[in-house]
């Protein structure tokens, strides 16, 4: 399942991993992050949380590049990325070499309240 959000007034789009994801799963947030993406600014920053993710397959790749290519395209400003296990580290960092913006800072934390914290949320 993903969760889609965003919060206009601080300028972030935020979206989580839970459960099992499957392919079908981005249909719909393909969605739900083009009608928020409508309300944010060009800089905006994306919070990308892996915490309650148990297992997203190889299948689901082509699918979350397109997510980032996505959001890339909107003018993100920001990535922030929450990974609390490494081994469910789902190739992100590989990804974001091919589909955001040449120079676009990303960091990673291992927790949401790290996270949230460096947002300064």
Known sequence: ?????SN???QLLYLSFIGTVRPED???????????????APGFH???D????????LEC?????????LIGKSGVGLVVQVIPDPSKDIGMNILTVFHYPHGLRTVTYQNL???VTALGL
Request: glycine residues 14%; negative net charge; proline residues 2%.
């Open 1 to 5: 399942m993903l969760l889609v959000t």
């Open 8 to 10: 206009p007034s601080r």
């Open 26 to 40: 981005f249909a719909g947030g393909r969605t739900d992050i083009t009608t928020q993406l409508a309300g944010l």
């Open 46 to 48: 994306y919070l990308v």
């Open 50 to 57: 892996l915490t309650h993710l148990e297992f997203m397959g």
């Open 61 to 69: 790749m082509a699918e979350l590049g397109g997510f980032m290519d």
């Open 113 to 115: 309240t790290e996270a």
